[in-house]
């Protein structure tokens, strides 16, 4: 009887390990933030080292620091032949800028640098340092060449920022990475930047928090499958000098920090790179015309968290989400 007992418990215990999902995760740093990612499947391991790789590939592809960076090379040098990748993240770019009316700028560089964000020692410039600086923050001075993927940049001085798309297009890569793995589930997390591939192991939806700018927990959870939730916040980087607070999206007609009175914008999209660049530069733009841009446009749902703490949440994401806060819906 005994035998029998136990027999029957390592039978359970060995249906129990052969149903569980085999999953495999990673922790990188790359891109300045860490990230994590996380599949399921037989091919997991393999396909989650391809993903890192593809990811660190980017990173120094799209650096402004890596002297053996691509886009190092084009902002030094002011022309460049660039890699399949690299050009088309400065396409998508200057789609996106032509698309926002500007409020996403890739030619901030100079911009960025003068604050201090570049490389992490800040400071407050001066009207007239800004001024210079933003007359090199000239996207239409950025030429593209399709037919040898050449680009060039045709002020002296003016430099490249992808800092705003660069992950959108990263985790588009590594579930595109993943996905020719054979890996079905899978959600990588790039420093806030959540992407899904399809759902869970068990069908059910992926659970992503949006995080809350003013630290309490989360501001609300989306379930998604097959989609990005990006966000682009003024707690994610800035500074404080004389008691205010600098953060990192700057808007590119004045060159300072966006005061939009908004806090945070979460993108929800089943296209990561446009999900970034409209999560920064509908930051910039502020409720008003973030939300205007909403209805004019498709494909996408959005989280606006405001500076006297407001949720607002668009119409398409009503069954998909659920907060303990209270929030307003936008309508079409
Ligand atoms: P995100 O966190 O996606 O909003 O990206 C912020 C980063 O994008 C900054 O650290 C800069 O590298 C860059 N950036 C800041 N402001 C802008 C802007 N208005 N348009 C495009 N890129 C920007
Ligand atoms: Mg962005």
Redesign the pocket.
């Known amino acids: 009887m005994k035998k029998l007992l136990s027999a029957a418990i390592f039978a359970v215990i060995l249906l129990m390990t052969s149903c569980a999902p085999k999953f495999s995760s990673a922790e990188i740093f790359a891109m300045d933030t860490v990230m994590k990612l996380t599949a399921y499947g037989a091919n997991a391991d393999a396909a989650l080292e391809k993903a890192e790789e593809s990811i660190n590939s980017l990173d120094k592809t799209l650096s402004v620091h890596d002297e053996d960076g691509e886009l190092f090379k084009l902002n030094r040098e002011g022309e460049a032949s660039l890699s399949e990748d690299a050009y088309e993240v400065v396409k998508s770019s200057l789609k996106y800028c032509e698309e926002t009316d500007g ?4 030619a ?1 560089f100079p911009v ?1 640098d003068l604050w201090g ?1 570049t490389d992490k020692n800040y400071r407050v410039p001066t009207e007239g340092e800004l001024k210079k600086a933003l007359s090199l923050a000239k996207p239409e001075s950025i030429s593209l060449n399709d037919a040898n993927r050449r680009g060039r940049l045709n002020l002296k001085g003016m430099a490249l ?1 992808m ?3 660069a ?1 959108g297009y990263a985790s588009l890569k590594a579930i595109e990475v993943l996905r020719e793995s054979c890996v079905e589930n899978a959600i990588v997390n790039l420093g806030g930047n959540v992407h899904t591939l399809g759902t869970k192991p068990d069908g059910s939806l992926w659970k992503v928090a949006v995080e809350n700018p003013d630290g309490d927990g989360y501001l609300a959870v989306v379930e998604v499958a097959d989609k990005a939730v ?1 966000t ?1 916040g003024d707690y ?2 800035n500074f404080t000098k004389n008691g205010k607070i600098y953060h ?5 007609s004045t060159g300072k920090p ?1 005061e939009s009175g908004l806090r945070s914008v979460t993108v929800v999209s089943n296209d990561s790179v446009r999900a ?1 660049a409209l ?3 509908l ?2 733009m502020g409720v008003d015309k973030a939300t205007d841009y909403w209805r004019n446009n498709s494909g996408f749902e959005l989280v606006l968290y405001t500076a006297d703490k407001k949720m607002l949440v668009t119409e398409g994401l009503q069954d998909s989400l659920s907060s303990e806060l209270s929030y307003d819906i936008v309508k079409k």
Do not use: Q, W, Y
């Open positions: 409020c996403f700028n890739p901030l960025m964000f920022d800092g705003g798309i992950k990006i682009s994610e980087r990192h999206i700057i808007d590119p966006a970034d999560s920064t530069a930051f910039v």
